[in-house]
Each structure stands twice: as C-alpha cells, then as structure tokens.
C-alpha cells in the first residue's frame, strides 16, 4: 500500500495499531496518522516513555495537543498538561517539552507548519516539517521490512 492517497479526501479512517511507533529520540517515539506535505500540516501521536526533554522548539504554525496519557510541561510555563487536557500553542511560541514522571506519556499534536529545533543563541538546528517526517517514517519501515500504512494526503 502506498503512503500517498491522491484523491480527494472527504473522510477517512486511520486505523494507528497498524501504523508503527517511529523512534524520534532517545525514549521518543512518534506515530505519523496524518501527513500533508501540501498545506505543511501533519498529525502524529507522540509518546515518551522516561522522563526526559524535547528539544527547545519554534512552532511557525499553531498546534493543537490532547494528551491521552500520562503529562508533560514546557520548562517556559508554569502549567502540567495531564491525560484529557487540551492544550494550543500560538505561532511563534519557543519552549522545551518535559515528562517528569516515570509514567509513559502520549499526546495527540495537530501542527500547522513547520517547528524549527533551536540552540541556545535561537539558531535553527534543523527544521521538522511533513516531508521530514515522512522520511523518517518510510525509512524506518524499510529498514523494519514493515508495510506502509497510508498516511499522506495530497490534497485538504
């Protein structure tokens, strides 16, 4: 099965036990449910399995989050997002996502636009987008010899 759909999309069911859980990081994993390389959005379950830190982080666009388990914060607030809660981040916001627990955490991000991973002087280290994510995904199922769900639309 192909990894781009090109009809027109009016609904669709994405079945995620069939997707599998990417390695993003060191305990960091993402899962891609929905990748538009055409309007520079995507959805993606992110799970953390230690406590730990995402990198520092721009976000071009707005992302939407609900976390389904565990909690996690941004060193730069002073708010713990916990299973249920729902959380929007404003283009342009910087900050460092944070799992304290030893509790396995996944939350669902809508991201509109690319993020952008900083180093301390706000240098851009290296940009994510829908297309870096797909790459990673495809990489990984290859590597796996794992079969590729389909997770990117060509049209909204």
Known sequence: MSTVETRSVTDLLVQTEQIPWVPQGENIWFKPVRLSPSSSTWVNLLKVT?????????????????????SWRYLEHDWVAHAGDFVFE?????????????????????????????????????????????????????????????VVFSRD
């Open 50 to 70: 230690k406590s730990g830190r995402i990198s520092r982080h721009r976000h071009l666009g707005a992302v939407e989050a609900w976390v389904i388990k565990g």
């Open 90 to 150: 404003g283009r342009g916001d910087v900050h460092t996502l944070v799992t304290d627990g030893a509790d396995e955490m996944i939350t669902l991000f809508n991201i509109h636009g690319p993020i952008e991973y900083l180093d301390d002087d706000d240098r851009v280290l290296r940009t994510e987008t829908p297309e870096t994510k797909l790459a990673l995904y495809e990489d990984f199922c290859r590597r796996e010899g794992l079969k590729l769900a389909p």
